[in-house]
């Protein structure tokens, strides 16, 4: 591909608190051209978009737009640059008609305000003509297919004149005739100029429309190669990174009996077929792409999500939970991959945060004794090594680190034998990342039974007994780590 | 931040008050006055009280609309009871009961039912309201037992006991928030719903706990009007709804739930009941004064965001 350079962004980066989210990425997009950024969970491909799109500030680098240099300093700066983002998430509102949706902010009006509706819909038509969506203009959002609104939000980008047009993983929650409409689209974009940047995880689409492909891992920047001619073997090499070291590998020592068994769980949502079991003093890793289940077998399991058919059985007993206070009193507790939302009460302190898993421990008589409380905070904070400078400081001021140990604290005051991680070490630094994995593997060969869903693989691979794969809804592999390669792995993920 | 400026945001509310009584006591000869400060204490104790179950709902992200018409319902009842020779202490516990079953209804709806708390509580407020003028045929109740009303108007110690009622009530309140798993639970709720019901805690029952707590409050706030009075009417308890989560957010409490606390509804009841009696010793009509507490209340919530931003 031969275009002019449209947009290049040099040695960007970005700092979190607590991680290092982006660190001096380059990305060299030309016209005409479709540019795959990939990357693991957490390597900063959203990030480097946020940046773009004005969501986010950089904190050191330079973008260059048509050779001239620009500081994006918020959304409506990234428009008028001529960057549209459509997001998995559809920025719609459900009950506006396709229409409304279109020129929602920008309203036809006469002299008086008044909206103009009859060149509104014209307008409107001849836009989503453009895209091929073959609707009325007056049909609300809530009734498209979710293939339609992203056509409707490629048509926005387009009547916005956008150049530069990036997709977030557009093709997750496609159908397979969804998917060819949009690469038909994409390549129609293609030779009007337009620029794309296009995030996905499948490789088979990546070989399809890009054209250049950059790997990011850990915030860094990897590589540029050619879409077409590079093979998928080298493409899950660069994006997987360091060969795991058969050295560094800890797993827990010894696994005992199985505690927990699942079998042909099918969930509410997502989850259509899973069947695995741990065993007590085990990590039980378990991988697959975001978005292929993990997280809400877990929920169902627990209670939290609502089960449709399987079984579940808790040494060697039937059980079915309906919520997950249920789930603990027998011994089952769901960590959340979402800290923030899920995981901790923010405005609440150290101590309480970790107490309120079994407050009946901390009641002397009737009342709370605060001395207790603050013993047992103490014994957790020291045993767990969490950084604060006292059991009183509330957890929003903490690290992610910290946090993730308050919840793991958390955990164990509850008495639990089964926990279920999830993501326990999302947005967490690397010193903190080992701590968390050292102590991982501590609890389990204090014999708790550990499942740990996680999307960063020489994590898995690091610390688990053995990994469970699921893609799509079912698990699609249980294997023994041995030997096990990331490679590996990722083909039983991605179905390659 | 300046220490001054630190000063203002941490104790704003108490500088608030201050300068209320400071300015009232300048101006007003009779307002420091020990009889007028005792009143001031019975004007603002039963909004006070009540105020004491709105903060357990709010502290979960709830609202509870109904509490004026349960003072009503539970004062109808009270009198009628009364009136028909039910033995005082067992009307009382009527009385009471009466404002636990509202709540329990309430609780139940919000927390199993998952209707939203305000229109749970406007149902129960045109209920109760309903359901008090029903009773009597919207006629007061009148011709109660003398010694009912002794409940209402002794003094310990040149203390009203209305006074003491709702030092005693905060007591016990102060004790189930911060020293029992009720009240802890009530302000992780809020803090975090999702957070707490994967914390292993059933947060239905909790939820509806706090509902009950707000309609027995209101139930005994309904018996203690009816013995002030001395008579029932099922148009009394008019805008207590309003008046109690008045004191509740000028106290700091944050209507999302899981912030805030008791001290502050008693500090924001009483500014309430200070504010309107300094009113109407300065002889300002009712009419302004609506406008000017309505002020106060908008002013505290918006020092309150202020505060928070700068956080």
């Given at each position: 591909?031969?275009?002019?350079?449209?947009?290049?962004?040099?040695?960007?980066?970005?700092?979190?608190?607590?991680?290092?989210?982006?660190?001096?990425?380059?990305?060299?997009?030309?016209?005409?051209?479709?540019?795959?950024?990939?990357?693991?969970?957490?390597?900063?491909?959203?990030?480097?978009?946020?940046?773009?799109?004005?969501?986010?500030?950089?904190?050191?680098?330079?973008?260059?737009?048509?050779?001239?240099?620009?500081?994006?300093?918020?959304?409506?700066?990234?428009?008028?640059?001529?960057?549209?983002?459509?997001?998995?998430?559809?920025?719609?509102?459900?009950?506006?008609?396709?229409?409304?949706?279109?020129?929602?902010?920008?309203?036809?009006?006469?002299?008086?305000?008044?909206?103009?509706?009859?060149?509104?819909?014209?307008?409107?038509?001849?836009?989503?003509?453009?895209?091929?969506?073959?609707?009325?203009?007056?049909?609300?959002?809530?009734?498209?297919?979710?293939?339609?609104?992203?056509?409707?939000?490629?048509?926005?980008?387009?009547?916005?004149?956008?150049?530069?047009?990036?997709?977030?993983?557009?093709?997750?929650?496609?159908?397979?005739?969804?998917?060819?409409?949009?690469?038909?689209?994409?390549?129609?974009?293609?030779?009007?100029?337009?620029?794309?940047?296009?995030?996905?995880?499948?490789?088979?689409?990546?070989?399809?429309?890009?054209?250049?492909?950059?790997?990011?891992?850990?915030?860094?920047?990897?590589?540029?190669?050619?879409?077409?001619?590079t093979d998928r073997e080298q493409l899950i090499r660069l994006i997987a990174g360091r060969k795991i070291d058969e050295s560094v590998k800890k797993t827990p020592s010894n696994p005992g009996n199985v505690v927990l068994e699942v079998e042909s769980l099918k969930a509410e949502e997502k989850v259509e077929d899973a069947s695995f079991f741990v065993r007590e003093g085990e990590i039980l890793g378990f991988s697959g792409l975001v978005g292929s289940g993990r997280t809400e077998a877990m929920k169902a399991i627990v209670g939290c999500m609502k089960k449709i058919d399987g079984e579940v059985k808790l040494n060697g007993k039937k059980v079915s939970y309906k919520s997950p206070c249920n789930a603990m009193k027998d011994g089952i507790v769901y960590l959340s991959e979402d800290r923030k939302k899920e995981g901790l009460v923010l405005c609440m302190n150290v101590k309480q945060n970790i107490s309120l898993t079994n407050l009946k421990e901390i009641i002397s008589k009737m009342a709370f004794s605060t001395k207790k409380e603050v013993k047992l905070a103490k014994k957790y904070v020291g045993d767990l090594k969490i950084k604060c400078s006292s059991e009183n400081v509330q957890v929003k001021n903490l690290s992610g680190g910290n946090q993730q140990k308050v919840i793991i604290a958390k955990a164990l005051f509850s008495k639990a034998k089964v926990l279920i991680f999830d993501e326990p070490t999302r947005g967490i630094d690397v010193g903190a990342k080992d701590e968390i994995y050292d102590l991982l593997v501590a609890l389990a060969n204090e014999g708790y039974a550990i499942i740990m869903i996680s999307s960063d693989l020489p994590e898995v691979l690091k610390i688990s007994n053995r990994v469970v794969v699921m893609r799509e809804g079912k698990v699609s592999a249980v294997l023994e780590n041995e030997n096990l390669k990331q490679e590996e792995v990722l083909h039983y993920a991605m179905g390659v | 931040m300046g220490k001054f400026a630190k000063i203002l945001r941490n104790y704003g509310m108490y500088i608030g008050f201050g300068i209320i009584i400071l300015f009232f006591s300048l101006s007003s000869e009779y307002f420091l006055d020990v009889y007028n400060l005792m009143n001031i204490l019975v004007q603002s104790s039963l909004i006070a009280i009540i105020a004491v179950g709105q903060t357990f709902v709010i502290l979960t992200g709830g609202i509870d609309l109904s509490v004026g018409s349960v003072v009503a319902l539970s004062s109808v009842g009270t009198g009628l009871m009364l009136v028909a020779g039910v033995p005082i202490w067992l009307s009382i516990i009527l009385g009471v009961l009466i404002g636990m079953g509202a709540g329990l209804v309430n609780g139940a709806t919000v927390a199993f039912g998952k209707v939203p708390a305000f229109i749970v509580t406007l149902g129960m407020m045109s209920i109760a309201r309903g359901a008090a003028l029903a009773l009597n045929n919207g006629k007061p109740v009148s011709g109660l037992p003398l010694e009912f009303e002794r409940i209402a108007s002794e003094e310990f110690f040149g203390i009203p006991i209305f006074a003491i009622y709702m030092i005693a009530i905060y007591l016990v309140g102060f004790f189930i928030l911060y020293k029992t798993r009720l009240g802890r639970h009530t302000f992780a709720i809020g803090g975090n719903r999702e957070a707490t019901k994967l914390s292993g805690i059933n947060v239905p029952k909790n939820e509806m706990m706090t509902y009950m707590i707000s309609g027995i409050l209101a139930g005994l706030g309904g018996v203690l009007l009816t013995a002030r009075l001395n008579y029932a009417t099922p148009i009394s308890g008019n805008s207590y709804e309003l008046d109690t989560i008045a004191a509740v957010v000028i106290g700091g409490t944050s209507l999302a739930g899981g912030e805030g606390g008791l001290i502050g509804t008693l500090i924001g009841a009483l500014l309430l009941g200070t504010l309107r009696n300094g009113l109407t010793l300065l002889n300002v009509v009712s009419y302004y004064q609506q406008i000017i507490i309505g002020s106060v209340i908008v002013l505290a919530v918006f020092y309150d965001r202020l505060k928070a931003k700068n956080k």
């Amino acid at each position: 591909m031969g275009g002019e350079l449209v947009l290049e962004m040099k040695n960007i980066s970005k700092q979190f608190p607590g991680v290092l989210a982006l660190d001096g990425v380059n990305l060299q997009l030309r016209a005409g051209e479709v540019h795959t950024l990939l990357g693991e969970n957490g390597a900063g491909k959203s990030t480097l978009i946020k940046i773009l799109s004005g969501a986010h500030k950089k904190d050191s680098g330079e973008i260059l737009i048509d050779g001239e240099l620009v500081e994006i300093n918020g959304p409506k700066h990234s428009m008028k640059l001529g960057i549209s983002v459509i997001y998995q998430e559809f920025n719609l509102n459900p009950y506006f008609s396709i229409a409304e949706n279109i020129f929602l902010g920008k309203e036809f009006v006469n002299k008086f305000g008044i909206i103009n509706w009859k060149d509104t819909h014209a307008q409107a038509r001849k836009i989503i003509d453009r895209v091929g969506l073959k609707r009325s203009t007056s049909t609300k959002i809530k009734d498209l297919s979710v293939g339609e609104k992203q056509l409707l939000e490629i048509a926005k980008a387009l009547s916005l004149d956008s150049r530069i047009i990036i997709f977030d993983e557009p093709t997750a929650t496609l159908s397979a005739k969804d998917v060819e409409t949009l690469f038909d689209l994409i390549e129609k974009l293609k030779k009007e100029n337009k620029s794309i940047i296009y995030i996905s995880h499948r490789m088979e689409e990546i070989k399809r429309i890009g054209d250049k492909c950059t790997v990011l891992r850990d915030g860094k920047y990897i590589d540029t190669v050619d879409a077409k001619t590079t093979d998928r073997e080298q493409l899950i090499r660069l994006i997987a990174g360091r060969k795991i070291d058969e050295s560094v590998k800890k797993t827990p020592s010894n696994p005992g009996n199985v505690v927990l068994e699942v079998e042909s769980l099918k969930a509410e949502e997502k989850v259509e077929d899973a069947s695995f079991f741990v065993r007590e003093g085990e990590i039980l890793g378990f991988s697959g792409l975001v978005g292929s289940g993990r997280t809400e077998a877990m929920k169902a399991i627990v209670g939290c999500m609502k089960k449709i058919d399987g079984e579940v059985k808790l040494n060697g007993k039937k059980v079915s939970y309906k919520s997950p206070c249920n789930a603990m009193k027998d011994g089952i507790v769901y960590l959340s991959e979402d800290r923030k939302k899920e995981g901790l009460v923010l405005c609440m302190n150290v101590k309480q945060n970790i107490s309120l898993t079994n407050l009946k421990e901390i009641i002397s008589k009737m009342a709370f004794s605060t001395k207790k409380e603050v013993k047992l905070a103490k014994k957790y904070v020291g045993d767990l090594k969490i950084k604060c400078s006292s059991e009183n400081v509330q957890v929003k001021n903490l690290s992610g680190g910290n946090q993730q140990k308050v919840i793991i604290a958390k955990a164990l005051f509850s008495k639990a034998k089964v926990l279920i991680f999830d993501e326990p070490t999302r947005g967490i630094d690397v010193g903190a990342k080992d701590e968390i994995y050292d102590l991982l593997v501590a609890l389990a060969n204090e014999g708790y039974a550990i499942i740990m869903i996680s999307s960063d693989l020489p994590e898995v691979l690091k610390i688990s007994n053995r990994v469970v794969v699921m893609r799509e809804g079912k698990v699609s592999a249980v294997l023994e780590n041995e030997n096990l390669k990331q490679e590996e792995v990722l083909h039983y993920a991605m179905g390659v | 931040m300046g220490k001054f400026a630190k000063i203002l945001r941490n104790y704003g509310m108490y500088i608030g008050f201050g300068i209320i009584i400071l300015f009232f006591s300048l101006s007003s000869e009779y307002f420091l006055d020990v009889y007028n400060l005792m009143n001031i204490l019975v004007q603002s104790s039963l909004i006070a009280i009540i105020a004491v179950g709105q903060t357990f709902v709010i502290l979960t992200g709830g609202i509870d609309l109904s509490v004026g018409s349960v003072v009503a319902l539970s004062s109808v009842g009270t009198g009628l009871m009364l009136v028909a020779g039910v033995p005082i202490w067992l009307s009382i516990i009527l009385g009471v009961l009466i404002g636990m079953g509202a709540g329990l209804v309430n609780g139940a709806t919000v927390a199993f039912g998952k209707v939203p708390a305000f229109i749970v509580t406007l149902g129960m407020m045109s209920i109760a309201r309903g359901a008090a003028l029903a009773l009597n045929n919207g006629k007061p109740v009148s011709g109660l037992p003398l010694e009912f009303e002794r409940i209402a108007s002794e003094e310990f110690f040149g203390i009203p006991i209305f006074a003491i009622y709702m030092i005693a009530i905060y007591l016990v309140g102060f004790f189930i928030l911060y020293k029992t798993r009720l009240g802890r639970h009530t302000f992780a709720i809020g803090g975090n719903r999702e957070a707490t019901k994967l914390s292993g805690i059933n947060v239905p029952k909790n939820e509806m706990m706090t509902y009950m707590i707000s309609g027995i409050l209101a139930g005994l706030g309904g018996v203690l009007l009816t013995a002030r009075l001395n008579y029932a009417t099922p148009i009394s308890g008019n805008s207590y709804e309003l008046d109690t989560i008045a004191a509740v957010v000028i106290g700091g409490t944050s209507l999302a739930g899981g912030e805030g606390g008791l001290i502050g509804t008693l500090i924001g009841a009483l500014l309430l009941g200070t504010l309107r009696n300094g009113l109407t010793l300065l002889n300002v009509v009712s009419y302004y004064q609506q406008i000017i507490i309505g002020s106060v209340i908008v002013l505290a919530v918006f020092y309150d965001r202020l505060k928070a931003k700068n956080k």
